[in-house]
């Protein structure tokens, strides 16, 4: 049992869900949409991560519950909007449709009680004019610690083989400092083309990385992830934003549950598991997407190209 009361906003917004994927947080997700409600409920992307689900089945029954329970929050009034990531772009071949009354788009306009009009996108369309990879931003945290032990038996075992000194703390670390580098890039480029297209703002999620910033008159909000974070973006009544960091119930171990009893059950699209799909909608954004004209930092088209898919 959780203490949280039911709280209503007027939007909600959540990305980086990843269900599929062992890392997702599904339980306190949950935890979190019965405990709230909104007008209007924006799924900023990977929600769904067809990516993994492509390699190896992972399904638990929470995540099928995540399914039903926003399709429940659609039935009961909530104008729930879909805006497809990377890593759920197989949804973007339902742009302009709708799976159980959930409006897919492929980006959107919100405008907020106090008429700031914002840029709903995922955002991996930027991935194109910034370089370094994204995952490296918890990646590196985590590893760091674990460099340190790791580091010192990689270089006992080095001096045996005759091998000189490296430094797996120091290298990771750099790592850890692209990746900072990677964010303000990113949060940089996106607020540029809100200004570009003349928005007041932009709300985001892609490099699990919850933040609300100004700069210049433009309002960069990114509403973070329910792997590690477990943040929502949430419009009050008077339309002023906020982060909350959802504090979950006590965990409960879900057990696996075997892929033959769950299919039947699952909700969701074939193309899913189209290995098509995901290449296809790459291609197709490469070709689509006008980035902003290349910066100093940024110029190098051709790198740009080859970065990682976050
Ligand atoms: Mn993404």
């Given at each position: 049992m959780s203490?949280?009361?039911?709280?209503?906003?007027?939007?909600?917004?959540?990305?980086?869900?990843?269900?599929?994927?062992?890392?997702?947080?599904?339980t306190?997700?949950?935890d979190?949409?019965?405990?709230?409600?909104?007008?209007?409920?924006?799924?900023?992307?990977?929600?769904?991560?067809?990516?993994?689900?492509?390699?190896?089945?992972?399904?638990?029954?929470?995540?099928?519950?995540?399914?039903?329970?926003?399709?429940?929050?659609?039935?009961?009034?909530?104008?729930?909007?879909?805006?497809?990531?990377?890593?759920?772009?197989?949804?973007?071949?339902?742009?302009?449709?709708?799976?159980?009354?959930?409006?897919?788009?492929?980006?959107?306009?919100?405008?907020?009680?106090?008429?700031?009009?914002?840029?709903?996108?995922?955002?991996?369309?930027?991935?194109?004019?910034?370089?370094?990879?994204?995952?490296?931003?918890?990646?590196?945290?985590?590893?760091?610690?674990?460099?340190?032990?790791?580091?010192?038996?990689?270089?006992?075992?080095?001096?045996?083989?005759?091998?000189?000194?490296?430094?797996?703390?120091?290298?990771?670390?750099?790592?850890?400092?692209?990746?900072?580098?990677?964010?303000?890039?990113?949060?940089?480029?996106?607020?540029?083309?809100?200004?570009?297209?003349?928005?007041?703002?932009?709300?985001?999620?892609?490099?699990?990385?919850?933040?609300?910033?100004?700069?210049?008159?433009?309002?960069?909000?990114?509403?973070?992830?329910?792997?590690?974070?477990?943040?929502?973006?949430?419009?009050?009544?008077?339309?002023?934003?906020?982060?909350?960091?959802?504090?979950p119930p006590t965990v409960v171990r879900?057990?696996?549950?075997?892929?033959?009893?769950?299919?039947?059950?699952?909700?969701?699209?074939?193309?899913?598991?189209?290995?098509?799909?995901?290449?296809?909608?790459?291609?197709?954004?490469?070709?689509?997407?006008?980035?902003?004209?290349?910066?100093?930092?940024?110029?190098?088209?051709?790198?740009?190209?080859?970065?990682?898919?976050?």
């Amino acid at each position: 049992m959780s203490e949280h009361p039911t709280t209503h906003y007027r939007t909600i917004w959540i990305s980086d869900v990843h269900l599929g994927t062992k890392g997702c947080q599904a339980t306190a997700l949950l935890d979190f949409l019965k405990h709230t409600e909104s007008d209007t409920l924006y799924l900023v992307g990977d929600i769904i991560d067809g990516w993994q689900l492509k390699g190896k089945w992972f399904w638990p029954q929470s995540h099928n519950d995540v399914i039903q329970k926003l399709l429940r929050k659609c039935r009961q009034g909530t104008r729930v909007i879909y805006v497809p990531g990377n890593h759920d772009s197989f949804a973007r071949h339902y742009v302009e449709q709708n799976f159980g009354g959930i409006e897919v788009v492929e980006e959107t306009e919100h405008v907020t009680a106090d008429g700031r009009r914002l840029w709903i996108l995922h955002g991996d369309r930027f991935d194109g004019v910034v370089q370094f990879a994204p995952w490296l931003a918890y990646v590196g945290d985590h590893l760091y610690t674990v460099a340190l032990t790791f580091n010192m038996w990689l270089n006992n075992a080095r001096a045996r083989m005759g091998l000189g000194y490296w430094s797996l703390s120091q290298y990771l670390k750099q790592k850890v400092k692209n990746a900072v580098s990677y964010i303000s890039a990113f949060e940089d480029a996106v607020m540029q083309e809100a200004r570009k297209n003349n928005y007041d703002g932009v709300v985001c999620g892609h490099i699990h990385k919850a933040e609300i910033r100004e700069v210049d008159g433009i309002l960069y909000c990114n509403d973070g992830d329910w792997v590690e974070s477990m943040t929502a973006l949430v419009e009050h009544e008077d339309g002023s934003l906020h982060i909350v960091t959802w504090t979950p119930p006590t965990v409960v171990r879900e057990k696996k549950t075997r892929r033959s009893r769950l299919r039947g059950a699952v909700v969701m699209p074939q193309q899913a598991e189209d290995p098509i799909a995901e290449p296809v909608a790459r291609v197709a954004r490469e070709q689509e997407a006008d980035p902003p004209a290349p910066t100093e930092e940024t110029g190098k088209e051709e790198d740009a190209r080859s970065v990682i898919q976050a």
